[in-house]
């Protein structure tokens, strides 16, 4: 099909050349068709329309069931910390609470002899309230409650030979209890409790725990 039409082409050439214008071979008869062309590169894309209308809103769907909780994320970092708030204002004084005193410390002036009956100790190194009676020699319990007693005593026998002679107690007293030092027995007065600028003999004793109303004993 090729080199039929190669020498189409050149016959009309020769005979345009030399018997005149015969016209193209097209012209004296009809063509075989050619081979389909490649296809062409595509086009370019088109401009963007313009945008359309806002449609009407839908009906709102079903609320769906709540999801299971999350996991608890990481701890977060310490912030920074803050500036000192302004002080407040100074409250109100309160009362005064009510403490329970109850001591005393006595000791002799002179030796005694004196046996069966309370030793009156009228030298006083402490008796605030009173509560030791330095006529009759004992103490009385004002405040109910658990208090402790000691003595410290030096004692002369008739050979004039000192020793000394100390004890102690925790006792539960009420109200109006009453405690004392004594020498019992007869007999004894070949010796005596002996005090001078040197030597003293001591009684004390002191609240240790009050006992109110509602409270129960040690």
Not at 169 to 180: E, I, K, P, Y
Request: proline share 6%; with cysteine.
């Amino acid at each position: 099909m090729a080199g039929w039409l190669v020498l189409c082409v050149l016959a009309g050439v020769w005979s345009r050349g030399q018997a005149g214008d015969w016209g193209s071979c097209a012209e004296l008869m009809g063509g075989v068709p050619g081979t389909p062309g490649l296809d062409g590169q595509p086009g370019r894309d088109g401009r963007e329309g313009r945008p359309g209308e806002l449609g009407e809103g839908g009906d709102g769907g079903v609320r769906g069931e709540r999801g299971d909780p999350g996991e608890p994320g990481d701890a977060g970092s310490f912030g920074l910390r803050g500036f000192p708030g302004v002080p407040g204002s100074q409250g109100q004084s309160g009362e005064e609470p009510f403490v329970y005193r109850s001591a005393f410390s006595v000791g002799l002036r002179a030796s005694t002899s004196t046996v069966d009956a309370p030793v009156v100790f009228t030298k006083a190194f402490y008796n605030e309230q009173h509560h030791y009676d330095n006529i009759s020699g004992k103490f009385r319990c004002f405040i109910p409650g658990l208090y402790f007693f000691t003595f410290h005593l030096t004692v002369q026998f008739l050979t004039s030979d000192l020793d000394q002679a100390s004890g102690s107690a925790v006792v539960s007293l009420t109200h109006g209890d009453q405690v004392w030092l004594q020498v019992y027995g007869t007999g004894r007065e070949e010796g005596r409790i002996y005090a001078d600028v040197n030597n003293d003999s001591i009684f004390t004793g002191f609240l240790l725990r009050p006992c109110l109303p509602g409270q129960p004993w040690w």
